[in-house]
């Protein structure tokens, strides 16, 4: 009994069904009857690989077409990777050694296939790019992997990113190669089709990935422009990858927008291509695709609107029709049925739901650690729900703050329960119901994620998440859930960075406002703290401001230590500390009294360490007055330590927090501080 009855989701592994039941899209015969674009964009699962093997099979059909596809493979991009970060951290100087090299591995590419052609290879010969070729390497080497070598042959180590990046068509012989390749290519009369794929692989939605893929999407753009009658090169681009390159780079309008082609999905279209395969798969003569379909369906799945409801459960794209197809006729098969019924469906449905849920998690793994809690709360409630509910669902998650560290981290980030559903519309998990129309609208290639909501706003789950959450399935119209949007990384990247900065550009901005001195006071507190949750996320809980307001000694603020990272660790166990102080200073210097009281408050869980914030510019002591104060807490009360932290420093960090990745600088920094004191401040000095 075959499992995969209507043919395999790995295109590469599908090449019978391909050949004999390729359903031609619009799409399709759009890039088979015109050249204008060459940068095809689509969502997983979306039949980029597909379109690939079958636009490459009719043009190997065509005379005078001679196809190249190449794919990089995972391991040799992350070792680009490594190589790439010789050219500095600035995303255009990325960028732009990136075009220059991957355009290189097309050149190279070229010529490389053309002379290991019987009938081009004449024309190699005679243009003098043989020792380029041998340079190069052998065509079956991968291109990213001859990369590599080529590019450590010709870095320079000991020269700026900037020295290197100018150098580099020069010392990879670019413009020779080009004027040699352009002159072989008018002799040979035959037209190059490059088809580029799997760029995905090795991808990571970083700086330095953007702009690996980006320059070799702007490599293949140029190819097309200057090469136009002899070389046409497509690339295939998922939908992340591209909304990477939107958002960061700043040509993009200019350079790509353009020549981009969006891959979309329909309900008429996923109909078409499950009946064509459906044929084959049952050798059935019969033409009319809506009597075939009903042929081997039963009960509620006949007709177009049975088709409408198993396709509620996938995320309109064809990998997820397919699984859930191939599932339920393999089901029905080993139960003698030839005919698919509802029970077939469901019992494929609920392994795909588990399945799509999971791979939304760890697709958000590093961007959004939070949405496994998330996700979670809305287990068990009906598909339906208002938004007083949902937020209700947020709230205990973002009120705690003894969270995973990373988790925390997260969190810290959310003002209130809207920005979080907000985030889980972003990505497709929940959709908003249309006054209008009554409808739910999900997020949908190309659209803007951004859909304002009310107090008497309504959510729907995506419904190919109902069956992960034992959620309870309400009478819903088959036509709520019509327009999906099934992209990860990057739509919810955009989203997380805006509140991520819109949240600490509001930090920055009210500390500007806040006097010095008295008057200021109460604000220079309560912003402290909201500082300090933000910074310290994970690492510091519980964080209060006059925790014991009838108690003789009023401590400022204090924060219970989870010890999670080294210097919290250190704190913890060199200083006894759990319990943190800070005294909140709305002025510039502190004097002796401060310091006095210091030394009260250090007793018991709060141990040998606390800190001030002050309005200073620097954690620097002053010679002669707070120094002296510092030492004689440390020598003369059991060597308590009491740690200046400036205004800038507390901004410096809720600034570099706008990257994610340096989440954990002020750690790293306060760490080195407390070393500044035991090793320069806290010694006692020869006379």
């Not at 059909?61 to 050219?87: C, H, N, T, W, Y």
């Not at 409408?308 to 996938?314: D, E, G, N, P, V």
């Not at 698919?340 to 588990?354: G, Q, T």
């Not at 210097?589 to 001030?612: I, K, W």
Request: proline share 2%; with cysteine.
């Amino acid at each position: 009994m075959k499992s995969n009855i209507l043919g395999d989701i790995v295109a590469e592994h599908d090449e019978d069904m391909l050949s004999q039941a390729f359903y031609e899209t619009p799409d399709y015969k759009s890039l088979v009857e015109s050249n204008d674009r060459c940068v095809i964009v689509g969502r997983r699962g979306t039949g980029k690989s597909a379109l690939v093997h079958k636009l490459g099979s009719y043009w190997r059909s065509q005379k005078r077409k001679f196809v190249i596809s190449l794919a990089p493979e995972e391991d040799q991009i992350i070792g680009l990777r490594a190589l790439f970060s010789k050219f500095g951290d600035n995303f255009v100087h990325l960028k732009a050694a990136s075009k220059i090299s991957w355009r290189y591995a097309l050149y190279m590419e070229i010529a490389s296939h053309m002379y290991n052609h019987y009938k081009l290879r004449k024309h190699i010969e005679s243009s003098g790019l043989n020792k380029a070729i041998n340079e190069w390497g052998h065509k079956n080497i991968n291109l990213a992997t001859k990369l590599r070598a080529r590019l450590n042959s010709v870095i320079d180590k000991e020269v700026s990113p900037e020295e290197n990046i100018a150098d580099l068509s020069f010392n990879l012989g670019l413009d020779d190669i080009e004027i040699k390749l352009f002159e072989v290519l008018k002799k040979s009369d035959t037209e190059i089709i490059l088809l580029i794929d799997r760029l995905d692989e090795g991808y990571t939605p970083d700086s330095l990935g953007v702009a690996l893929s980006d320059g070799f999407v702007q490599a293949n753009i140029d190819l097309n422009a200057k090469y136009k009658k002899y070389i046409r090169g497509l690339v295939f681009l998922r939908d992340n990858m591209y909304r990477s390159i939107s958002i960061l780079d700043p040509d993009f309008t200019r350079n790509i927008e353009g020549q981009v082609l969006r891959l979309h999905w329909d309900e008429y279209g996923l109909f078409n291509m499950v009946c064509n395969r459906i044929r084959i798969a049952k050798s059935s003569n019969l033409e009319n695709n809506t009597k075939l379909w009903n042929k081997y369906t039963a009960r509620e799945l006949k007709g177009r609107e049975g088709f409408r409801l198993a396709l509620r459960l996938t995320l309109y794209r064809p990998r997820d029709i397919l699984v859930l197809l191939n599932n339920a006729f393999l089901n029905s098969l080993s139960q003698g049925r030839e005919e698919i019924i509802p029970d077939d469906i469901d019992l494929s449905a609920k392994s795909i739901s588990d399945n799509r849920l999971q791979d939304l998690i760890k697709e958000y793994d590093v961007i959004f650690p939070a949405l496994r809690l998330f996700t979670s709360s809305f287990s068990s409630i009906s598909a339906e729900i208002s938004i007083e509910s949902a937020r209700n669902l947020i709230k205990p998650i973002i009120s705690r703050d003894d969270h995973e560290i990373s988790i925390q981290r997260d969190i810290a980030i959310f003002d209130n329960p809207d920005q979080v559903l907000q985030r889980l519309y972003g990505i497709g998990f929940l959709g908003i119901k249309d006054p209008n129309n009554s409808s739910y609208v999900f997020c949908h290639d190309g659209r803007d994620p951004v859909k304002e909501t009310s107090d008497n706003s309504t959510f729907l789950v995506h419904p190919c998440y109902w069956l992960a959450l034992n959620i309870h399935e309400k009478n819903i119209d088959k036509h709520m859930a019509d327009d999906i949007y099934d992209e990860y990384d990057i739509e919810i990247s955009s989203i997380t960075d805006e509140q991520r900065k819109t949240r600490i550009g509001q930090l920055m901005e009210e500390i500007k406002s806040i006097e010095h001195g008295r008057s200021g006071c109460l604000d220079f507190e309560e912003w402290c703290v909201t500082a300090l949750r933000v910074i310290f996320a994970g690492s510091l809980t519980n964080i209060e401001i006059h925790p014991n307001k009838n108690g003789r000694q009023q401590r400022d603020i204090i924060a219970t230590n989870m010890a999670v990272n080294p210097v919290w660790k250190r704190i913890l166990e060199d200083y006894s500390a759990r319990q943190i102080v800070f005294e909140i200073k709305n002025y510039d210097n502190l004097s002796a009294d401060e310091y006095r009281q210091m030394n009260t408050y250090l007793v018991n869980d709060h141990g040998r360490l606390g800190f001030f914030i002050t309005r200073s510019d620097d954690n620097n002591l002053q010679k002669g007055k707070e120094l002296d104060w510092a030492q004689e807490l440390y020598f003369n009360n059991g060597k308590k330590v009491a740690i200046k932290l400036s205004e800038k420093y507390i901004t410096k960090h809720l600034s570099k927090l706008r990257s994610p990745q340096k989440h954990d600088a002020a750690n790293t920094e306060l760490n080195k501080l407390i070393d500044t004191y035991i090793r320069q401040y806290l010694i006692l000095k020869a006379r």
